[in-house]
């Protein structure tokens, strides 16, 4: 009677297939790098939202006889969200009145203050107006859109 004897990976062929499998895996992680992508989204993000808001202003500008909304300053501050409380912020609600210029104000992707939106306008003497994006990722330098 003949013995059969079991076949199985060994030791030495299961560590090398872990390996390799680690060493895949980490190279994945760097060549997608979730972080740096979604750092990446939430910037286009901001420089869309930048470019919303200075447009908004600019469409009532054009509707009112080249004024601008009165509450913004010469000094950069920032925009209040929509429904929250404007103390110490710029108050845009001229924009979002009936959802003429705007449904709402955009907020930053990663959050802001409890009424603020996260970006910030002024205006120069010569009625210029900037919106900024204070809270870039990955290095950027501030967003930043004037007109």
Same mark, same amino acid.
């Given at each position: 009677?003949? $013995? &059969?004897r $079991?076949?199985?990976?060994t030791?030495?062929?299961?560590?090398?297939v872990?390996?390799i499998m680690?060493?895949?895996?980490v190279? %994945?992680?760097? %060549?997608?790098?979730?972080?740096s992508?979604?750092?990446?989204?939430?910037?286009?993000?901001?420089?869309?939202?930048?470019?919303?808001?200075?447009?908004?202003?600019? $469409?009532? &500008?054009?509707?009112?006889?080249g004024?601008?909304?009165?509450?913004? !300053?010469?000094?950069?501050i920032q925009?209040?969200?929509?429904?929250?409380?404007?103390a110490?912020?710029?108050?845009l609600? %001229?924009?979002?009145?009936?959802?003429?210029y705007?449904t709402s104000?955009?907020l930053?992707?990663t959050? &802001? &203050?409890t009424?603020?939106s996260?970006?910030?306008?002024?205006?120069?003497?010569?009625?210029?107006?900037? %919106?900024?994006?204070?809270f870039?990722?990955l290095?950027? !330098?501030?967003?930043s859109?004037t007109?």
């Amino acid at each position: 009677m003949k $013995q &059969s004897r $079991q076949r199985g990976f060994t030791l030495l062929e299961l560590l090398l297939v872990i390996a390799i499998m680690a060493v895949l895996s980490v190279v %994945v992680i760097i %060549v997608v790098d979730p972080v740096s992508n979604l750092g990446g989204a939430r910037n286009s993000t901001r420089k869309s939202d930048v470019n919303t808001i200075l447009n908004a202003a600019y $469409q009532y &500008s054009i509707d009112n006889n080249g004024a601008i909304p009165v509450t913004i !300053a010469t000094t950069s501050i920032q925009i209040c969200r929509t429904g929250g409380s404007c103390a110490g912020l710029i108050d845009l609600s %001229v924009l979002t009145t009936n959802e003429k210029y705007l449904t709402s104000i955009p907020l930053d992707p990663t959050g &802001s &203050s409890t009424n603020g939106s996260g970006y910030n306008i002024n205006k120069t003497a010569n009625n210029r107006i900037t %919106v900024t994006a204070p809270f870039t990722e990955l290095g950027v !330098a501030t967003i930043s859109v004037t007109r």
